[in-house]
C-alpha cells in the first residue's frame, strides 16, 4: 500500500503530462457531443453539419424533399424519448432547409411512443394542431403540427396493417404573399 501511494504521488507531481492528457480527454468528450436535433441547426452549412455530427454520412442517392430540396445526410441513431430515429438532412443551395426524423415498427403497439413524442413536442412547442384520419386502406393517420415565428415542426404518426411509423420534420417558416404562391 505503501508503494502504491508513492507511486500516486510521483504520477501526481512530477509527471504534469498526466494531468493535462486526462483533461484533454475530459474536455474533449465535452466538446464533441452532438448537439440536439432540432430547429436550432437549419440554415446550417454540410461542412458545419459534418463537423457536428461526426456520425454522419452522405447517402449514396440523394433522397428529394418538398421544394426541391435534397436528403444528402443521414444519421443512424438520433435518440428522442428512448427511440432511436433515423435522421435525413435536406439541403437546398447549400443550407439545410428541413430536417427528417424517422422511425418504423413491426410491433403494433406503438401508442406508448407516439404519446412520448407528442407529448414531449406539446412541451417544448406548445399545444399543436392535430388532426386524425383513417384513409382507403384503413391505416390510422394522425397529423400534428407547431408553426413558430421561424420554423415550423410536423409530426406524422401512421399506423398501418402491419407496421407503425413516427415521422418528425423541422422546417423553416417561410412566409409568402400572393404572388409567391
Given at each position: 500500500?505503501?508503494?502504491?501511494s ?8 512530477t ?13 474533449s468528450?465535452?466538446?464533441?457531443a ?10 446550417m ?5 459534418r ?26 441513431n ?24 424517422r422511425w418504423?415498427?413491426?410491433?403494433n ?7 412520448a ?17 383513417v384513409d382507403?386502406a384503413?391505416?390510422?393517420n ?6 413558430m ?6 409530426a406524422?404518426n ?24
Open positions: 500500500m505503501k508503494y502504491m508513492k507511486f500516486f504521488s510521483n504520477l501526481l507531481f509527471r504534469p503530462w498526466w494531468i493535462l492528457g486526462l483533461s484533454l480527454v475530459l474536455v468528450n465535452v466538446v464533441l452532438e448537439p440536439a436535433i432540432n430547429e436550432d441547426l437549419l440554415g452549412s454540410e461542412p458545419a453539419l463537423e457536428a455530427f461526426v456520425a454522419a454520412h452522405k447517402v449514396a442517392k440523394p433522397q428529394r424533399g418538398p421544394r426541391g430540396e435534397r436528403g444528402l445526410w443521414q444519421l443512424p438520433s435518440n428522442l424519448e428512448g427511440i432511436n430515429f433515423e435522421t435525413i438532412f435536406y439541403f437546398k443551395q447549400g443550407a439545410l432547409g428541413r430536417i427528417e426524423q418504423a415498427s413491426l410491433d403497439g406503438c401508442d406508448a411512443n407516439d404519446a413524442v407528442l407529448s414531449n413536442l406539446n412541451v417544448k412547442y406548445g399545444a399543436a394542431v392535430s388532426s386524425n384520419g382507403n384503413g391505416d390510422q394522425q397529423f400534428s403540427a407547431w408553426t415565428e421561424k420554423f415550423q415542426v410536423m406524422y401512421i399506423h398501418h396493417q402491419e407496421l407503425c411509423e413516427i415521422r418528425i420534420a423541422f422546417k423553416p417558416n417561410q412566409q409568402m404573399d400572393a404572388s409567391q404562391l
